[in-house]
């Protein structure tokens, strides 16, 4: 298969799931979906082998402002909060990620939604919910800094908080049901959702 004479600008990655940016990218070299269903798991694994090759060994400049001190917060008070990672990114992808940008440790092993358990990004919330023990919807919060983050949230009808540190402003947001300027405002948002219980 030939990937050489495909322009990855023709295919839209902010907020997608890997394998919906897979499929597209192997539709646009004229692969079939039949084959691209087929070998959905090769291709995840290749991905995946890639990226731990590839990643590089810190990422820890890619880290918003404040994102490490308020997951430290966060995870400080188990009983009023529980992450986990709800991404596009193939899970090995993910953890790689974030384990170079420092901040891995803050979300446990068999927890979470990625893109390596479906490609429509609207139902990865409802899988981090089941791993996290039937975790309930009135207390699940997306955080996310894209449109397709917002819909994600709304297509298991939880809540969202939209950071606008991204490549889209506050008003392309503004469908969240918070949308805030950095990680440092999303604690006083989440402590309001609390109240809403």
């Not at 966060?74 to 974030?98: H, I, S």
């Amino acid at each position: 298969m030939d990937l050489d004479g495909v322009r990855p600008a023709a295919v839209e990655f902010a907020g997608r799931t890997d394998s919906a940016i897979a499929r597209d990218l192997l539709r646009h070299a004229g692969v079939p979906d039949v084959r691209i269903n087929k070998r959905a798991a090769e291709v995840a694994a290749a991905v995946g082998s890639a990226y731990e090759q590839l990643c590089p060994p810190d990422l820890s400049a890619f880290v918003a402002p404040g994102v490490p001190e308020v997951l430290a917060a966060l995870a400080a008070q188990p009983e009023a909060y529980r992450l986990a990672l709800v991404t596009g990114n193939f899970e090995p992808v993910a953890r790689r990620k974030l384990a170079s940008a420092g901040i891995g440790h803050y979300f446990a092993g068999g927890q979470g939604g990625f893109g390596s358990d479906a490609e429509d990004r609207g139902k990865l919330p409802a899988v981090a919910r089941t791993r996290a023990g039937g975790w309930p919807r009135e207390r699940t919060v997306v955080i996310g800094d894209t449109p397709r983050d917002i819909a994600c949230a709304r297509a298991d009808r939880v809540r969202v908080v939209a950071v606008a540190t991204g490549p889209y402003s506050a008003e392309a947001l503004a469908d969240a049901d918070a949308v805030v300027d950095g990680a440092r405002a999303v604690p006083p948002v989440l402590a309001d959702f609390a109240t809403w219980a």
